[in-house]
Nanobody, 127 residues
Framework: VQLQASGGGLVQAGGSLRLSCAASGRSFSTYVMGWFRQSPGKEREFVAAISWNGRSASYVDSLKGRFTISRDNAKNTVYLQMNSLKPEDTAVYYC?????????????????????WGQGTLVTVSS
């Protein structure tokens, strides 16, 4: 599985961005996809995850209501819509694939459970 993240950039506080992650290789529509982020000097943290069919999703509590994860299995792509961005959202955002699960689990927020990672896309939010 290869993952290619895109859509990052520089945005002013209060703005929006949509990240995309295109997958190739093993059948995309069979596994959980997740987004994580890492800010300078901090550990990688969970952002959101989505089930194989897009019908269920999980978010870190602090981002609920501002970020939305979705997927288009016909396009082998997962998205992260980010609204009302804040300077503290500045980070490198990574998409990841958990090939062992098709449904969200309690471990979907654990980076160790993901098998493949994209290269990351930088989001910078200016104040």
């Amino acid at each position: 599985v290869q993952l290619q993240a895109s859509g990052g950039g520089l945005v002013q506080a209060g703005g929006s961005l949509r990240l995309s992650c295109a997958a190739s290789g093993r059948s995309f529509s069979t596994y959980v996809m997740g987004w994580f982020r890492q800010s300078p000097g901090k550990e990688r943290e969970f952002v959101a995850a989505i089930s194989w069919n897009g019908r269920s999703a999980s978010y870190v509590d602090s981002l609920k209501g501002r970020f939305t994860i979705s997927r288009d299995n016909a396009k082998n792509t997962v998205y992260l819509q980010m609204n009302s961005l804040k300077p503290e959202d500045t980070a490198v955002y990574y998409c990841a694939a958990d090939l062992s699960r098709s449904l969200i689990s309690l471990n979907s927020n654990n980076s160790n459970d993901y098998d493949y990672w994209g290269q990351g896309t930088l989001v910078t939010v200016s104040s």
